[in-house]
């Protein structure tokens, strides 16, 4: 098994930043992929961004230029740096893990940008 904790929501004016964090712990192997997911009111969650094996990058076109996920040497912390945020990045932003067929995920964290 594997927890995840996300922690750095919050509200913030247009414009602004955010970085959020997911520390997992457990049974980690550090052969995995972690990303962020998020889910607006009304909507189906969606695909933010990832960093797979061998550091492979992927961002949603709504995020690019924008967002920047990293992670830790151990790879057992992912990062979202969130910038120029807009009021359609409001979302409850949950964190995953990937091993394998296994799929974990975090409990979530609310952003919201408003002024």
């Known amino acids: 098994q594997v927890q995840l904790v996300e922690s750095g929501g919050g509200l913030v004016q247009p414009g602004g930043s955010l970085r959020l964090s997911c520390a997992a712990s457990g049974s980690i192997n550090s052969i995995n992929a972690m990303g962020w997911y998020r889910q607006a009111p009304g909507k189906e969650r969606e695909a933010v961004a990832s960093i797979g094996v061998g550091d492979t990058i992927y961002y949603a076109e709504s995020v690019k230029g924008r967002f920047t996920i990293s992670r830790d040497n151990a790879k057992t912390t992912v990062y979202l740096q969130m910038n120029s945020l807009k009021p359609e990045d409001t979302a409850i932003y949950y964190c995953?893990?990937?091993?394998?067929?296994?799929?974990?995920w975090g409990q979530g964290t609310q952003v919201t940008v408003s002024s």
């Open positions: 995953n893990y990937i091993h394998g067929v296994s799929v974990f």
